[in-house]
């Protein structure tokens, strides 16, 4: 059974989440509290007598890798196998254990215990028997327990095995996402088989059509009503079908119907309309099973001459690339930071997404529904050839259906998703082995939905890349927006993209787009810094593609937006080169030499044809102590057509902005502190300004919280940011100026993570404690299972106390 949440923080938790008022015939129940971890291996750990009281209580979704050492020191370790690729963070062996308590009557229901992802290579135990193995890391899955728990304590036992080196980035390890326990009737819906399309969305007219496997598990033939309604987001029912099938004794019956919704509210990025499919099934007359799952109606068409249009309108698809990570609490998967990503994308201005380099949560994908985000989701980094000696290839042979299986099936509902991808910079592309498997996968994932294109991200040249993509609907190149010419008139009926591009060429790939009508979009790597790769956007890959970052270095450093959710220069470039309107004028001076606050700036040389994944290091700060009268540049980005600056109220000149200056202008201006500001200028008229000063000591400690009442149910965030200020209320950015900060929980919630978004600051995650960087940090807070109020004590370095209160109120 699959609800639609109240708010926009729990929307994510659709899937998975406890359902309080859940009708007893059909029921999710979230097991996101009460396991034990243990790391490392535990001898006889999968039967039922074993003793875990010592183990950690956990909540999950839950990242072993992240935990502190057992001495309570940080994570980190310089030797860990996966080195650089894992932001030196370990992988390694865990056990979950967990009591389930079932009354006479759940027991003798359909049971189904169900995984969105865990990490990976994971053996599944209950009441001491082996019942499921499951080896990628990202794809969800179910283990039937229907006649195998009994009436009061039942043992769920998980052991995770991550061996490293798995991954080309950071993995972490373990349950990584939502456990849930479903029950159901015996005549029930399988969840799997529901598949909702839109064969028709026009303004006057959309058809939906439902599909859905009814199933009798019981030991006498049924005859089962089918009734489907669709739902506005105002509870009114739009549309109405109902059929009514006999299905015998342990049988399925494959069924579909047409709903015609008229005048229907059309999906789209710039206007997100949801509607609900609630499908009933009907035994005697008493409703048995209830599913409901949210959708919208939405045409997608896509062709080399008209681009991609969404309702009849063309969109360019302004994206960005994410990993699955959320770096303070690590890869676990919570649905509010999931939703937070989403969020900070879509007010910075992208419109799409691409899930690299593995299938996206369904947390994620809620959140794309709601908030308008177009979503790549991919399947797979390997094939047949390993890029890590323990990553998914060792399983690709056997594996591969069931994974593409479950990707498409647990998302082909969301209007969010645009394209499936099979694969990125496989290493066999272009070969007869590689254009073989990519048949292989397209065709698999046609059959399960034939409504969405197949694309890939390819990192070959011709002619390897041109036999790659004539087995796709769409394709994306990484890095290779040179060959959109090339192999248009190889492929003329194919629409391309950039999969992977790097930030500081935004210009020429959105040129590409802008000009090519074939081009449809343009992925930037990355959109929201990460965990792994370590300094690649700091020093760039060695030219032997192997050298990265050096330890301390645990972030990437590439993201257009930090690892704490802070817009970095580069996204506001990039707002002003898609004319999003959001800020149309900014401006950031470029670090001065001897200045630079962050070790190894390129530390390895990077010489054609290897790519530079650094960002320029500019920086939103004239706070410049020993640079007086010394000349800075200043870098003014501008949508508008003219920019003025001035320092301390005096103009240093009008300057023109324009696609031939590729919308940005630089100043040279003599240090002197005080108040730098930007002006932007249309038809000679001001039209936005930005300002930079000069700050002085700090003075406060600026708190501010993202929700103010979370839900009683062990499982709501609050991200709480402190940011230095000084007495003039001015941000404090210069290094020398942080503070520790210290943060306490106590209440009804508990501390879940703090970070600073510092790619060589290896404190721990889970102490509570964190420098700033760059005058700010950012903490999690995680609700309890019982209601109260939540109390935030901040202490920071010389400066006054602050407590915050928050609400945890009962579900």
Known sequence: MRTIPATKRCLAAALLMAISASPAWAEVRSLSQDWRFHAGEATGAERTTFDDRSWHQV???HDFSIMDKADGQPPFDRDTPSGQDSGYLPGGTGWYRR????????????????????YMDADIWVNGEHLKKHRYGYTAFSVDLTGKVRAGSNVIVVRVDHADPSSRWYAGSGLIRPVALELLDTVHIESESVFVSTPVAAKDRGVVAVSAAITNRSNKAQSAEWVAKVVAASGVTVAEARQTHAVPAGARAERSQELIVTHPRLWSPESPELYTLVQEIRVDGATVDERRTRFGIRSVSLDATNGLRINGKRVLLRGGNIHHDNYMIGAAGAPDAEVRKVALMKAAGYNAIRS??????????????ELGMLVINEAFDSWNKSKKPQDYSRFFAEDWPQDIDSMVISGRNHPSVLFWSIGNEIPEDGTPQGVETARKLADRVRKLDPTRPVTQGINADPPKSTKQAAELDVVGYNYHAHIFAKEHEQLPKLTMYTSESLSKELFSYWRAVETQPWVIGDFVWTAVDYLGESGIGWMGYSQDWQKLGPYPWHLAYCGEIDATGRLRPAAYYRQVVWKTGITPISAFVRQPKGTEDLPDRHLYPITPPHLDWSLEDVHPSWTWPGQEGKRQEVLVYSELPEVELFLNGKSLGRKTVSVESEYKVAYDVPYTPGRLLAVGYRDGREAARWELRTAGQPGAAAVSVDRSQLTANGEDLAYVTVELHDADGTPVYARKDDKKVRVRVSG????AGIGNGNPVDISSFQSGERMTFHGRVVAVVRAGSQAGPIVIDIETEGLPSQQVRLNAVAP
């Open 356 to 369: 690299a380099h593995n299938p996206a949560s369904q947390a994620t994908l809620d959140a794309a529904d």
């Open 59 to 61: 909540a999950v979704p």
């Open 99 to 118: 009591d389930l308590v079932l009354t006479p009557t759940e027991a003798s229901r359909i049971v189904r215990l169900n995984f969105e992802a865990v």
């Open 748 to 751: 009804a919630g508990t501390f």
